[in-house]
């Protein structure tokens, strides 16, 4: 097993350029398989999350023809109709294949997903919405089966909660359903609205994208042709390397990013002391000499995304004065506090609340990777503790971050990936 060794630094300098978003190449993926062409996807990530789904999909019988950051995925010849758990235990992403597979053969099995580490994470909103579009659901043995053999109905669906890989399932499942189906209280992600865009382009008529209700005009079935796209930047990692140049005080410029996704991650930093230059793809964020204590809440785009506050709480350790962080979303998502509490952190947890006592000066040790995004704040951690951090356990970031320690050590940081 993989871990990272990083020592104390003092600044970074330099460009970090952004991969393309895995949050928005996954259901990009799966919306292969409502195409009846050759479809080339750019600017994929290289991360684990990315080849798991493809694995899954070439298990179905698709051809994939994978180059570096470049995909072509066939989805002509998939014949087969169950996702395994051997592939769906390892990331639950993989439930995005429901919608599209339900929709296009009237059948699918997938393994029910489970619990996982940042919370139950349950998928009754998918289950329901489907459910609505007339498929019969059962679970069995451990897996949801899903039949529809007239094919699924468009219809109203208003979700109870705002759910990312909910809307994206019931959008492709509706792109080839008979009518047309309207999504109340749609996620507004730019990742969701990607998928949209793509599917609009490709003869699947979309109103209301970027908005909170959808309308879907279902092609009764007809496979869809879709032209060759490129993934939109990950704002995921972007905010994380603008939190690396906060936390080490760095002039940092990260490349390849559309800003206009990361309001919510610049007005925090903002508010706690970062200045910036925005260029249409890039932000250079200016050394700034404390950091300001800051009160976070995360929530569905466009506010604060519970994918950043592992990162933001790692920084508010290091802001002069008290910082309070809510988490909305998961209800185990503070993993990582204990990990920094032992690198030196003065965080109290009460419930879905964190409060973050700083500046605390971290001192470097052994800490284990609990998940995504838990790992990279340990990792901005170890950039300003001092002597030696090891994290452990780097499996979990390998699922999200593409070449992090290989970015990071460009712009001058001390990291290196080493064997246990
Ligand atoms: C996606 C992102 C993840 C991000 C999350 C929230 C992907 C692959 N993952 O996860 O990185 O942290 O959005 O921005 O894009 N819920 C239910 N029932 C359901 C579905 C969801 O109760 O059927 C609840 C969840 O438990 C959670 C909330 O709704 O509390 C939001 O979850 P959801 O938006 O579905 O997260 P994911 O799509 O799994």
Known sequence: MDYLKILKNKQLNGEIRISGAKNASLPLIAMTILAKNNVSMKNLPKVADINTLLKLLSNLGANIDKQEHCVVVNTTALHETKATYDIVKTMRASILVLGPILARFGHCEVSLPGGCAIGQRPVDLHLKALQSMGANIQIKGGYIEATAPNGLQGCEI??????????ANIVMAAA???GITNITNAAREPEVVQLCEILNASGVKIDGIGTAVLTIHGTNGSLININEFAVIPDRIEAGTYLCAGAITNSELTITSVEPKHLGAVLSKLEEMGSTFTLKEDSITIHPSKTIKPVKIVTQEYPAFPTD???QFMALATQADGVSIIEERLFENRFMHVSELQRMGADISLNGHTATVNGKSELSG???????LRASSALVLAGLVANGETDVHRIYHLDRGYDALEKKLGNVGANIQRLKE
């Not at 040790?365 to 998940?371: E, F, G, L, P, S």
């Open 158 to 167: 208003i979700f109870d909660k705002i759910t990312v890989t909910g809307t």
């Open 176 to 178: 080839l359903a008979h």
């Open 365 to 371: 040790t052994d800490v284990m990777a609990t998940d």
């Open 308 to 310: 950043m506050q592992a």
